[in-house]
């Protein structure tokens, strides 16, 4: 009885979240000070103009706008969890430094693509956060966003595994949409990089259907 009634919470709160924040003053995702979704304060402590490399592994370049611990950490879970869509827009837009980066290794013009959330999570949410990501991103970046990944089956929350676990849990459980036309050079999008399971996955799919170059960039990292 209490798992449904936490359920039925969840629900409520997901379904109501878009109407809050429609009537209610905007707040920042992260101080909670009224006025915007990420006030000028939090964005000069935690949002630069320069994003942070990290290991790439299998990939053609990786780079995120900061550590999870803090400030951007805070800002995801108010989007994921407290049902904020439009701090997506605000994140995804603040985006633009880390495709720049990463896309000026490129030799071809590139492709957003958001690494495909879990549907059971995106049913629990309300919204995918990792495509509103994208679409914010590609408009400020002015490139195209396209849904080229599906996912193949549902996977286990991959918080608390550790790297080979969440390997284990990724392997296998994306693919390329058959009906998607095929770009050369591809930037992922997500909100956190933590071992990398799930964007090395995104990467075995888009390789295996032929794209020759793939990138990815997220919000922040956490290792």
């Known amino acids: ?26 707040r920042c995702g992260i101080c909670e000070c009224e ?28 780079a995120a706008l900061g550590p999870y611990e803090g400030g951007l950490g ?9 049902g904020v869509q439009g701090l997506a827009r605000e994140l995804g837009e603040a985006l633009l430094p880390a495709i720049k980066q990463v896309s000026a290794r490129a030799a071809f013009e590139v492709t957003l693509v958001p690494i495909p959330t879990d549907q059971g999570r995106v049913h629990e949410r309300g919204f995918d956060h990792a495509a509103l990501l994208a679409t914010a ?33 990724m392997q296998g459980a994306m693919s390329f949409r058959e009906d998607a036309e095929l770009p050369s050079a591809v930037v992922l999008v997500d909100d956190i990089q933590t071992s990398g ?6 990467a075995r799919a888009l390789r295996v259907a032929g794209v020759r170059w793939v ?5 922040a990292y956490e290792r």
């Not at 009885?1 to 109501?16: D, I, Y």
């Not at 849904?147 to 550790?162: C, D, F, M």
């Not at 399971?197 to 995104?202: I, K, L, Y």
């Open 35 to 62: 006025g915007a979704l990420l006030c000028a304060e939090c964005r000069a402590e935690w949002i630069s103009d320069r994003a942070v490399a990290l290991p790439a592994g299998n990939l053609s370049a990786a």
């Open 137 to 169: 991103a590609g408009a400020a970046a002015k490139l195209p966003v396209r849904t080229l990944l599906a996912r193949t089956r549902s996977t286990e929350p991959l918080h608390g595994a550790n790297r080979s676990a969440r390997a284990a849990i």
């Open 197 to 202: 399971a799930t964007a090395r996955e995104a």
């Open 1 to 26: 009885m209490r798992t449904f009634s936490l359920q039925l919470q969840l629900l409520v709160r997901t379904a109501a979240a878009p109407l809050v924040e429609l009537l209610a003053p905007p």
């Open 215 to 219: 990138a990815v960039v997220s919000v």
């Open 74 to 82: 805070v800002a995801i879970r108010t989007m994921k969890y407290g």
